[in-house]
């Protein structure tokens, strides 16, 4: 894993969808181990970034929204998901 994220930092997610984007698993560093988590949706897509190459740092309020499905990129203040 070294090789792929250089320095792992503790307290950090790292987050990988599949192509589909209805798959996450989530690398969580504890500072003791890694811990794997992972979810699927049964109908619709995670919103992910369209450049799969990517590399984008999430608040906290952006995570918690990514990993229930809702469009994260959305987020305004206060928590709230502006529709277009």
């Known amino acids: 894993?070294?090789?792929?994220f250089g320095q792992i930092t503790p307290h950090h997610?790292?987050?990988?969808?599949n192509?589909?984007?209805d798959r996450i698993k989530v690398l969580v560093h504890d500072?003791?181990?890694?811990?794997?988590?992972?979810?699927?949706?049964h109908q619709g897509r995670f919103a992910w970034p369209r450049?799969?190459?990517a590399i984008a740092q999430l608040?906290?309020?952006?995570f918690n929204a990514l990993v229930v499905g809702l469009p994260w990129?959305?987020?305004?203040?206060?928590?709230?998901?502006?529709?277009?």
Do not use: K, N
């Open 51 to 53: 450049d799969t190459a």
């Open 31 to 41: 500072g003791f181990g890694v811990w794997l988590a992972a979810r699927r949706l």
């Open 73 to 84: 990129h959305r987020l305004g203040e206060a928590g709230v998901i502006r529709t277009l």
């Open 13 to 17: 997610a790292y987050l990988f969808a």
């Open 59 to 62: 608040s906290r309020e952006q």
């Open 1 to 4: 894993m070294v090789r792929v």
């Open 19 to 21: 192509r589909r984007a």
